[in-house]
């Protein structure tokens, strides 16, 4: 069980391990992370069947604002297909002020072993997400704590304060590092180019192993598969373990690449 984040007592104190291991997790394998559209069941049906490690539904960027609030149901379904499947499940919801909040009333209802949110440039933020996680768990009579926040970095605040943010609260046990938006945020020439971001995404992976979270290293923009090979080839010399995939095509070269070594 992790320590609850007690002032002046990090959660890098907590044992990586304990930490990292999403719930309703049946294996140790988190290598690939795939985000799918909320209401687009043939796109998560097509997830399913890649292998991912973790599928996403993504109430945010690949669902459209008309559209959100039967995503919303559709997940809870999600859900059940992902367990089913042997994959953990996660959703990824709008800023709380934004939407977020009723969506996560409506998709709690599913159980999610995971809530991604790119609401992440303060531990204030966390720290609100989880209250409403917790109160949401009481009223369903869902164990405490059960339910994972996964923060998204994905602007230049966020990365600056990534500690503070990634040990605002227990439940954290993975971060993922959104490169393109990052890119975009810093006025790059070429946003979707994650190796122009390797000095970030190796301060990612430091701030991680010293907040006892796991590291989901940012998605490979380009689909040429010798492109992808040699960002792979990076990621595990600088120490990652996991990965967001684009498609579901570039599943597999993830799997292999981030398998443990036998």
Sequence with gaps: MSLPNLPGNHSSLVSHEARSCLPGCVSSRRRSWLFVPGLDSAAQRRGIASGADVLVADLEGLTAPEDRQAA????????????????????????????GRSELEKVIEGGPDAVLTSQADAARHIEELDALLEACEERLKLPLGRTAIVPVLASPLAVVRMFDVLTASARIKAAVLAGERLGFALAMEHPDDATALRHIRSRFVLECAAAGCLAVDSAHAYRDAQSLEEDLAWA????????HAVSEDQVPALNRALSPAQ
């Design 236 to 243: 595990r010399g600088a120490g990652l373990k996991s990965k």
């Design 72 to 99: 919303c149901i559709r997940a809870v379904d999600f859900m059940a297909e992902c367990r089913q499947a042997g994959t953990v499940a996660a959703v990824r919801i709008n800023a709380l002020d934004h939407g």
